[in-house]
């Protein structure tokens, strides 16, 4: 009983206490506009500040005329070349791209069939996490938040590393290339431990094998009768692919940055931009689209009835259905505009698989859901922001396809997004030079101090 009232009087005292800040801690929008600052780091036309340069990716979503921004087709590179021809030419040759593509986002062209198979043979040898580390850092301190998980495993491996400060290229690159093998095992012990602890499930651990690219590894990890198909294996490699990396300003790239800025080492910036991403704002949307998309599911009858799934899609912009926060999940990015080449690739690969798995109808009423909502989001909000479906849209519903579990939706894209963090992170440590330090312009209130017994 006595603790039942602590705990009441505790809550009471949180809401004085946030009661006290609101009234004493007040910015307002206005005010941001008379100082001229970009919120956000963002221009009045929504286009980021610029914050530095690189080499490692090109986003592209808008064309700048007269000063107007003009929506135009999304494209992606990746050290200049189109994201679209590197899926292209993997198809083609009928063969996994992640680790192609990490090569590529660390050391600028494309590698020679020598060197892909090297970074296949380092991704495998650095897999195994170190010894005990599982036991000691995992098992013994389950989660139920797998991103999480992964942010505090990372920073735990600094204590395993005999020589973690060290900022030297060669040593970052070792870091690198140990960090890229290891997420997927992270992810999946962190899994497991938290099916058997939280969920009451059994959970297993499978060997590695040699001859697995890393998409192939986390399906081996993840089915407990470690078979699947090699189409689905293809299928969760362009998924990795197309997450590996989208430019220096996301915001979890953009942490990288900064927090490698300060010289600090490889395991805190990383931990860092797994926490970024867990956010729903990043990484966090294709677990919000989930959600979303399973009410409108519950909610909408007929899921051919146009009308009738417009009218919710306007719900949920009213704020009258959905997590109440009035945002399409999936739809409309900070740079794309007319498409988001990565939903346009991974609809058109999902459309096969879906009908095999019997998701056919399921997928056409995400691809419902992305017709009508830009014309619904402008209705509701009269905005005429040009808005289209997002990666997080479709790889929800991709994952789910592949069987990979709801708790690995955000995880999936750390595993793949750490490629990307390390190129920046090298690129910053060799090129940028300066520690980054925006300004913030004081509104002091202009009291005194005053003795304590004089305060009211």
Same mark, same amino acid.
């Given at each position: 009983?006595?603790?039942?009232?602590?705990?009441?009087?505790?809550? !009471?005292? /949180?809401?004085?206490?946030?009661?006290?800040?609101?009234?004493?801690? +007040?910015?307002?929008?206005?005010?941001?506009?008379?100082?001229?600052?970009?919120?956000?780091?963002?221009?009045?036309?929504?286009?980021?500040?610029?914050?530095?340069?690189?080499?490692?990716?090109?986003? %592209?979503?808008?064309?700048?005329?007269?000063?107007?921004?003009?929506?135009?087709?999304?494209?992606?590179?990746?050290?200049?070349?189109?994201?679209?021809?590197?899926?292209?030419?993997?198809? &083609?040759?009928?063969?996994?791209?992640?680790?192609?593509?990490?090569?590529?986002?660390?050391?600028?062209?494309?590698?020679?069939?020598?060197?892909?198979?090297?970074?296949?043979?380092?991704?495998?040898?650095?897999?195994?996490?170190?010894?005990?580390?599982?036991?000691?850092?995992?098992?013994? &301190?389950?989660?139920?938040?797998?991103?999480?998980?992964? &942010?505090?495993?990372?920073?735990?491996?600094?204590?395993?590393?005999?020589?973690?400060?060290?900022?030297?290229?060669?040593?970052?690159?070792?870091?690198?290339?140990?960090? /890229?093998?290891?997420?997927?095992?992270?992810?999946?012990? $962190?899994?497991? +431990?938290?099916?058997?602890?939280?969920?009451?499930?059994?959970?297993?651990? %499978?060997?590695?094998?040699?001859? %697995?690219?890393?998409?192939?590894?986390?399906?081996?990890?993840?089915?407990?009768?470690?078979?699947?198909?090699?189409?689905? $294996?293809?299928?969760?490699?362009?998924?990795?692919?197309?997450?590996?990396?989208?430019?220096?300003?996301?915001?979890?790239?953009?942490?990288?940055?900064?927090? !490698?800025?300060?010289?600090?080492?490889? *395991?805190?910036?990383?931990?860092?931009?797994?926490?970024?991403?867990?956010?729903?704002?990043?990484?966090?949307?294709?677990?919000?689209?989930?959600?979303?998309?399973?009410?409108?599911?519950?909610?909408?009858?007929?899921?051919?009835?146009?009308?009738?799934?417009?009218? *919710?899609?306007?719900?949920?912009?009213?704020?009258?259905?959905?997590?109440?926060?009035?945002?399409?999940?999936?739809?409309?990015?900070?740079? *794309?505009?007319?498409?988001?080449?990565?939903?346009? /690739?991974?609809?058109?690969?999902? &459309?096969?698989?879906?009908?095999?798995?019997? *998701?056919?109808?399921?997928?056409?009423?995400?691809? !419902?859901?992305?017709?009508?909502?830009?014309?619904?989001?402008?209705? +509701?909000?009269?905005?005429?922001?040009?808005?289209?479906?997002?990666?997080?849209?479709?790889?929800?519903?991709?994952?789910?396809?592949?069987?990979?579990?709801?708790?690995?939706?955000?995880?999936?894209?750390?595993?793949?997004?750490? $490629?990307?963090?390390?190129? %920046?992170?090298?690129?910053?440590?060799?090129?940028?030079?300066? /520690?980054?330090?925006?300004?913030?312009?004081?509104?002091?209130?202009?009291?005194?101090?005053?003795?304590?017994?004089?305060?009211?």
């Amino acid at each position: 009983m006595r603790r039942l009232n602590n705990e009441s009087e505790t809550s !009471t005292t /949180i809401q004085e206490l946030c009661q006290e800040y609101r009234e004493n801690n +007040v910015i307002t929008k206005e005010e941001y506009q008379r100082h001229r600052v970009k919120r956000g780091l963002r221009n009045d036309d929504g286009t980021g500040v610029m914050a530095g340069l690189t080499h490692v990716c090109n986003v %592209h979503g808008y064309l700048i005329a007269d000063g107007d921004k003009i929506p135009d087709k999304g494209r992606l590179t990746y050290r200049g070349i189109d994201i679209e021809d590197i899926v292209a030419g993997c198809e &083609a040759e009928d063969r996994f791209g992640f680790e192609e593509v990490a090569w590529l986002l660390i050391f600028g062209k494309l590698p020679n069939r020598r060197q892909f198979d090297r970074m296949c043979k380092l991704l495998y040898d650095n897999r195994e996490l170190p010894e005990y580390f599982p036991e000691d850092m995992i098992i013994k &301190a389950p989660s139920k938040n797998i991103m999480n998980k992964l &942010a505090r495993s990372v920073l735990a491996l600094y204590s395993y590393d005999d020589d973690p400060d060290d900022q030297s290229l060669e040593n970052n690159m070792r870091q690198s290339i140990s960090l /890229i093998a290891r997420m997927p095992s992270i992810m999946s012990y $962190a899994y497991q +431990v938290k099916r058997r602890h939280f969920d009451k499930e059994s959970m297993f651990f %499978h060997p590695y094998e040699p001859g %697995h690219c890393t998409a192939e590894a986390i399906l081996n990890a993840l089915r407990p009768d470690r078979k699947f198909t090699r189409e689905e $294996a293809k299928l969760l490699d362009l998924c990795m692919v197309l997450h590996a990396e989208h430019g220096g300003g996301n915001n979890s790239t953009f942490t990288t940055r900064v927090l !490698t800025s300060a010289g600090t080492d490889i *395991y805190s910036a990383i931990a860092a931009a797994v926490g970024s991403l867990k956010g729903y704002k990043h990484g966090g949307a294709n677990h919000r689209v989930r959600l979303m998309m399973g009410e409108l599911m519950d909610q909408v009858s007929h899921w051919d009835d146009e009308e009738e799934v417009e009218r *919710y899609l306007e719900k949920i912009l009213r704020k009258e259905a959905g997590d109440g926060s009035g945002l399409l999940y999936g739809m409309g990015h900070a740079i *794309y505009t007319v498409s988001d080449p990565r939903a346009v /690739i991974l609809r058109t690969k999902a &459309a096969a698989l879906a009908e095999e798995k019997g *998701y056919g109808e399921k997928l056409r009423l995400y691809e !419902t859901v992305e017709r009508l909502a830009p014309a619904a989001f402008q209705r +509701v909000t009269g905005n005429s922001k040009v808005i289209s479906a997002n990666v997080d849209f479709y790889s929800g519903l991709i994952y789910e396809m592949l069987g990979i579990p709801e708790d690995l939706f955000t995880p999936m894209f750390a595993v793949s997004r750490i $490629a990307g963090w390390c190129a %920046h992170r090298i690129e910053e440590l060799t090129t940028g030079g300066r /520690i980054m330090r925006p300004a913030y312009r004081a509104l002091p209130v202009g009291q005194r101090y005053l003795p304590l017994d004089q305060r009211e």
